[in-house]
């Protein structure tokens, strides 16, 4: 079974512009979780989909913003880039959505770098 | 948010048994504890769970304190590719996210 894809790999952006950032989870899974990766904060969460439904999110401006299509894949956007958006974005999914015993399979991330 | 305490660093050796600890002093009765690691360059993996025995997989084995307030990642035998950040986290019913505390960094010596 694959695992989870995140599209691009890599991608340098300027400030002010926006970026639209894509995970496919693995097959059959439906919920899809973001999170943040930079060398200051950590790993910090950025939202959970599940069901094409946002379930949670995590203390980000407005800026963040996600979506789940039907068939589970997501979409996270980032608007009006800051040099602090540079970070390493990483992907999650799960084949279900609130159970204390959900393991999450993370992507290899997408490394934003944002001049 | 239950809180977790890791010690920033260990280092061990190469075959050796390593022991890695998490304070969670906070957690609920419910939560279970969950520990992924991020290998370099890499996204997390998940390694083990567990809410009050001790389990045990492929990967490691986990001790969880009578009281719940602590708990021990065992690597039986470490390799160089246990070389890894590891993180404790407890998972509380309703919500999927995972917060990572700083984790705890493990270098394997040859």
């Known amino acids: 079974k694959a695992g989870v894809t995140q599209t691009p790999r890599y991608l340098i952006k300027t400030r002010g512009q926006q970026v639209t950032l894509s995970c496919s989870p693995i097959?059959?899974?439906?919920?899809v979780s973001w999170y943040q990766q930079t060398p200051g904060q950590g790993l910090q969460f950025l939202f959970e989909?599940?069901?094409?439904?946002?379930?949670n999110k995590g203390n980000f401006p407005g800026r963040f913003s996600g979506r789940q299509f039907s068939n589970s894949r997501s979409e996270m956007n980032v608007s009006t880039l800051e040099l602090g958006d540079s970070a390493l974005y990483l992907c999650?999914?799960?084949?279900?959505?609130?159970?204390?015993?959900?393991?999450?399979?993370f992507g290899p991330g997408t490394r934003l770098t944002v001049l | 948010d239950a809180k977790t305490t890791q010690p920033n660093s260990m280092e061990s050796n190469e075959e050796e048994p390593v022991h890695l600890p998490c304070n969670h002093s906070?957690?609920?009765?419910?939560?279970?504890i969950h520990w992924y690691r991020q290998l370099p360059s890499q996204g997390p993996e998940y390694v083990i769970h567990?809410?009050?025995s001790n389990v045990n997989n492929r990967m490691a084995s986990l001790a969880i304190a009578e009281d719940r307030k602590s708990s021990t990642l065992i690597l039986h035998r470490a390799t160089l590719r246990d070389a890894a950040v590891y993180y404790c986290?407890?998972?509380?019913?309703?919500?999927?996210?995972?917060?990572f505390g700083q984790g705890t960094r493990l270098t394997i010596n040859p």
């Open positions: 097959s059959g899974h439906r919920s």
């Open positions: 986290i407890p998972l509380i019913q309703g919500a999927q996210k995972l917060v």
């Open positions: 906070t957690i609920s009765g419910t939560d279970y």
């Open positions: 989909y599940f069901s094409e439904t946002q379930r």
């Open positions: 999650a999914s799960s084949s279900s959505w609130g159970g204390r015993t959900d393991t999450q399979y």
């Open positions: 567990g809410l009050t």
